[in-house]
């Protein structure tokens, strides 16, 4: 496989549940994020790991929890989430920690009820 | 703070005329300037990008254009074709230091046969 995977492309999830969103990264890259896509919007980037380093976190409720176990996997993990969170969540990666030249994953629609 | 409008919101154009998308920047520190393309249940996709050192960039029927004095850009597409549908979105960046991109709102765009 190449470029970046995500999954699962869709998820349904009750506000007491506890999920997982799973990104896979082929490319090399060092650098990988999460973004939230909602209606209207424009991205909002949630997390930054850098060699698995956490380096910045955009006052993402904790909900929503990252884990980054190596430079080509990246995790968000959901609980008690709330109806507005619904949006998709997209995983991107980098060849250099400063964001240039991303590749996006086709994102994980989700949606909370 | 910092943002970047995008207009307009929708575009309809006929098959074989241009289109043309604009975003505004509000950080004058900003010096990269990439369009990504998503269309419907992939992720976004770079398909082109501009430094602050020029005022255009060409590539094949996609070309950018960037005034820093304005702090605008635009994005050209010139002899549209159906699979040119799509949602573009712009995005501004500072050169280092950060890894976080401001996005644009999106524009759809429609190509009609």
């Known amino acids: 496989e190449t470029g970046v995977t995500q999954t699962p492309r869709h998820l349904v999830m009750g506000m007491t549940n506890k999920k997982s969103l799973k990104c896979e990264q082929h490319l090399g890259h060092n650098a990988m994020y999460w973004y939230k896509q909602s209606a209207k919007k424009p991205l909002e980037l949630m997390f930054v790991?850098?060699?698995?380093?956490?380096?910045e976190n955009n006052s993402v409720p904790s909900r929503f929890s990252p884990e980054c176990p190596n430079s080509s996997h990246l995790f968000l993990h959901l609980h008690t989430l709330q109806p507005e969170d619904s949006a998709l969540y997209l995983c991107a990666s980098s060849q250099v920690p400063d964001g240039y030249g991303y590749t996006f994953g086709s994102g994980t629609r989700l949606t909370v009820v | 703070g910092e943002n970047v409008e995008q207009h307009p919101s929708t575009l309809s154009v006929q098959e074989g005329d241009s289109a043309v998308i604009k975003c505004t920047y509000s950080?004058?520190?900003?010096?990269?300037f990439p369009w990504y393309k998503q269309e419907l249940g992939k992720g976004p996709q770079l398909i082109i990008d501009i430094r602050s050192n020029v005022g255009e960039k060409k590539d094949q029927r996609i070309a950018v254009t960037l005034n820093k004095t304005a702090k605008h850009f635009s994005l050209h597409i010139t002899e549209t074709q159906p699979e040119d549908s799509a949602v573009y979105f712009c995005?501004?960046?500072?050169?280092?230091?950060?890894?976080?991109?401001?996005f644009g709102t999106g524009t759809r765009l429609k190509v009609l046969a």
């Open positions: 995005a501004a960046k500072k050169d280092s230091g950060t890894y976080k991109y401001i």
């Open positions: 790991y850098n060699f698995k380093e956490q380096t």
């Open positions: 950080d004058s520190a900003s010096n990269y």
